[in-house]
């Protein structure tokens, strides 16, 4: 099984990790910028933090044949801390680079005014750069949130195609679709989806602009569940071909669109057999 993990924070993943990864099938990934747990005061911080995404989680990854890309932004939650906002500046240096292939996570967390001044300042820089954009909705209130996104996104004027709505669930899943944004699914326990839920979302709304992802993190959570997902698919009477277009390439088309995919190193081949999917020693 050929994974693209198009949103872990391999940041707070050890090197374990990223050889279990491989072993089950992932072979690319995309990190996003994203909050540490702690606070950040100062713009350095953020410096040295963007630099590890673009620098050392490649090399790491790169031990164990997964390609490694990132997103960078200002994160909602920090985006209300006024000690946070000049990091705004220094955005373009990073979206300028290899490797950096959406703004994001951009969005809200608590959908005050700080936020919608942040989220649309970023969306704008997509647009300059012509970049995707991964976007967050809020944890809390999510139907208001996903809709006050989309709201947004539109005002933007970006190509809604070039967007990505993630950890959106059952309530949120036909907006997002309807406003031709890219639908994000979060496969995280407890607070997110499960594979099977997944599935049902996957047979009732079709496989169309649809990503995938562990979201895993500093958190409680399973940088192998794309991999059950995939699975959960296969026990639902989903094709190897389906499965590779959710946990492949569809992530491939939609960041492709940065043009900055760096794929060529490693094996992007699927391996089948009958209706599954050969796991490389998972």
């Known amino acids: 099984m050929r994974i693209f993990d198009p949103h872990i924070h391999m940041t707070s993943r050890t090197t374990d990790d990223y050889e279990r990864m491989a ?22 911080s953020f410096t040295d933090y963007f630099d590890g995404l673009i620098g050392w989680e490649p090399f790491r990854a790169a031990q164990f044949g997964i390609a490694h890309h990132c997103t960078i932004a200002l994160n909602p939650k920090e985006a209300n801390d006024p000690r946070c906002r000049e990091v705004l500046d220094v955005l373009p240096r990073y979206l300028a680079k290899d490797r950096v292939v959406a703004v994001g996570e951009i969005g809200y967390d608590s959908m005050t005014p700080a ?16 970049l995707p954009a991964l976007v967050h909705t809020p944890h ?3 139907a208001r949130g996903t809709q006050r996104t989309l709201d947004v996104v539109k005002e933007s004027g970006i190509d809604p195609g070039l967007v990505v709505v993630d950890h959106i669930n059952e ?3 036909r907006p997002v679709a309807d406003a031709g944004c890219w639908t994000g699914f979060s496969i ?21 602009r649809v990503l995938v992802n562990s979201a895993a993190d500093w958190g409680r959570s399973d940088p192998l569940l794309t991999l059950r997902t995939g699975e959960a698919m296969l026990a639902a009477g989903f094709t190897a071909d389906d499965v590779d277009r959710v946990l492949w390439r569809n992530p491939v088309e939609f960041y492709g669109q940065s043009g900055r995919l760096q794929l060529d190193a490693v094996d992007t081949e699927p391996t089948f057999e009958g209706n599954s999917i050969l796991r490389g020693g998972a």
Do not use: C, N
């Not at 072993?23 to 350095?44: I, S």
């Not at 936020?115 to 647009?127: G, I, M, R």
């Open 171 to 173: 309530l949120t899943v």
């Open 23 to 44: 072993a089950a099938g992932v072979r690319a990934l995309v990190e996003p910028a994203f909050w540490l747990g702690q606070p950040r005061t100062t713009v350095g």
């Open 140 to 142: 809390r209130d999510k």
């Open 188 to 208: 995280y326990p407890d607070t997110k989806m499960s594979p099977d839920r997944m599935v049902t979302i996957l047979q009732e709304h079709g496989l169309h």
């Open 115 to 130: 936020e919608d001044e942040v989220f649309a300042a970023q969306l704008a820089l997509a647009v300059e750069h012509e």
